[in-house]
Protein backbone atom coordinates (compact mmCIF):
# COMPACT_ATOMS: atom_id res chain seq x y z
CA UNK A 1 0.00 0.00 0.00
CA UNK A 2 2.48 2.41 0.72
CA UNK A 3 4.81 2.02 -1.90
CA UNK A 4 1.72 1.94 -4.38
CA UNK A 5 1.21 5.63 -2.75
CA UNK A 6 4.91 6.47 -3.01
CA UNK A 7 4.62 5.54 -6.91
CA UNK A 8 1.58 7.82 -7.27
CA UNK A 9 2.37 10.52 -6.26
CA UNK A 10 6.14 10.31 -7.84
CA UNK A 11 4.12 9.54 -11.31
CA UNK A 12 2.00 12.75 -10.60
CA UNK A 13 4.83 14.68 -9.88
CA UNK A 14 6.57 13.59 -12.92
CA UNK A 15 3.82 14.47 -15.06
CA UNK A 16 3.53 17.78 -13.51
CA UNK A 17 6.69 18.38 -14.20
CA UNK A 18 6.53 17.26 -17.88
CA UNK A 19 3.56 19.50 -18.10
CA UNK A 20 5.64 22.74 -16.80
CA UNK A 21 8.74 22.08 -18.88
CA UNK A 22 6.52 22.08 -21.84
CA UNK A 23 4.75 25.25 -20.93
CA UNK A 24 7.92 27.08 -19.91
CA UNK A 25 9.50 26.00 -23.71
CA UNK A 26 6.23 27.31 -25.37
CA UNK A 27 6.86 30.66 -23.48
CA UNK A 28 10.30 30.79 -24.27
CA UNK A 29 9.59 30.16 -28.09
CA UNK A 30 7.67 33.44 -27.78
CA UNK A 31 9.66 36.56 -29.66
CA UNK A 32 9.79 39.76 -27.97
CA UNK A 33 7.82 40.73 -30.93
CA UNK A 34 5.35 37.98 -30.16
CA UNK A 35 5.09 39.17 -26.47
CA UNK A 36 4.92 42.57 -27.28
CA UNK A 37 1.78 41.67 -30.12
CA UNK A 38 0.28 39.95 -27.42
CA UNK A 39 0.84 42.81 -24.65
CA UNK A 40 2.17 40.06 -22.30
CA UNK A 41 5.09 40.08 -20.25
CA UNK A 42 7.52 36.66 -19.90
CA UNK A 43 8.13 36.83 -16.57
CA UNK A 44 4.40 36.95 -15.54
CA UNK A 45 3.36 34.50 -17.66
CA UNK A 46 6.02 31.97 -16.34
CA UNK A 47 4.82 32.60 -12.77
CA UNK A 48 1.49 32.47 -13.90
CA UNK A 49 1.95 28.96 -15.24
CA UNK A 50 3.92 27.63 -12.56
CA UNK A 51 1.16 29.15 -9.82
CA UNK A 52 -1.19 27.04 -12.22
CA UNK A 53 0.73 23.74 -11.69
CA UNK A 54 1.82 23.73 -8.54
CA UNK A 55 -0.67 26.07 -6.53
Not at 25 to 35: G, K, Q, V
Request: positive net charge.
Amino acid sequence: MIIDSLMSRARAGIAKRRHYNRLVAEIDSFTSRDLADMRADRSEMLYQVHKQIYG
